[in-house]
Nanobody, 124 residues
Framework: QVQLVESGGGLVQAGGSLRLSCASSERTFSPRAMGWFRQAPGKEREFVAGISWSGDSTYYSDSVKGRFTISRDNAKNTVYLQMNSLKPEDTAVYYC?????????????????WGQGTQVTVSS
């Protein structure tokens, strides 16, 4: 099971930006899709964004589409989530996850490895 470590969270004002990073412990990044999820207090964890192994396919939840961008650098074993135009409702713990497939989707059960999460807080 691969270990994933998120970083880049923090406190930002509404309208601001943050970039999250997710580093894999693997010596060589395995060919698998990656995704970002989030969980707000009192709510269930939800899908945010996903990216295929090659990066040629990306997909987003409707709530972040047009504001967030997922990308990856396989040479650095790292996945990123650029978050722009942040809103207070984006406040949550953000998790990075590794899919079991090369081309993935938003279903949580398809993800076999998860990071510990990084807190993002957006103030109004």
């Amino acid at each position: 099971q691969v270990q994933l470590v998120e970083s880049g969270g923090g406190l930002v004002q509404a309208g601001g930006s943050l970039r999250l990073s997710c580093a894999s412990s693997e010596r060589t990044f395995s060919p698998r899709a990656m995704g970002w999820f989030r969980q707000a207090p009192g709510k269930e964890r939800e899908f945010v964004a996903g990216i295929s192994w090659s990066g040629d396919s990306t997909y987003y939840s409707d709530s972040v589409k047009g504001r967030f961008t997922i990308s990856r650098d396989n040479a650095k074993n790292t996945v990123y989530l650029q978050m722009n135009s942040l809103k207070p409702e984006d406040t949550a713990v953000y998790y990075c996850a590794a899919d079991r497939r090369v081309y993935g989707g938003p279903r949580q059960t398809d993800f076999g490895s998860w990071g510990q999460g990084t807190q993002v807080t957006v103030s109004s």
